[in-house]
């Protein structure tokens, strides 16, 4: 069975940027993963069903996750903070696009999250 998340250690990309820090008087940057992207290669119809009946379902629970993984980063000096979804580019290809049921609201969906992770969210 999967559980739904719950992050078991909060911060370790925010330790290497310490540690980085120390290390440099130059900017710092790290890198997150979207939430979406986490979504597409993280959860299964089958083995998540319990825990997250849908991707979007995930894909949602991850947003406060990373969020707090940005906030922890901010707090340890991270310059910049790049979040990844290579995924989304992939929108544009016709057989991508066949994979899914409504393309163009997947694709609006993981922005959504990706904008929800970083919304308010000073610096």
């Not at 992050?7 to 370790?12: E, L, M, V």
């Not at 940057?29 to 290669?41: C, I, M, Q, V, Y």
């Not at 290579?86 to 290809?93: A, E, G, I, M, T």
């Amino acid at each position: 069975m999967v559980d739904r998340l719950a992050p078991k250690t909060p911060g370790f990309i925010a330790r290497e940027v310490s540690l980085l820090r120390s290390l440099t008087g130059r900017m710092v940057k790290a890198t997150l993963p979207a939430p979406a992207l986490l979504g597409e290669r993280m959860w299964d119809p089958e083995r998540s069903r319990r825990a997250y009946p849908s991707r979007e379902d995930f894909v949602r629970d991850c947003v406060p996750v990373l969020r707090r993984e940005l906030e922890l980063l901010r707090d340890e000096g991270a310059t910049i903070v790049q979040i990844d979804d290579p995924h989304l580019c992939l929108f544009v290809d016709r057989d991508v696009r066949g994979t899914f049921e409504g393309p163009d609201r997947a694709a609006d969906f993981a922005v959504d999250m990706t904008n929800a992770v970083v919304e308010g969210s000073p610096g």
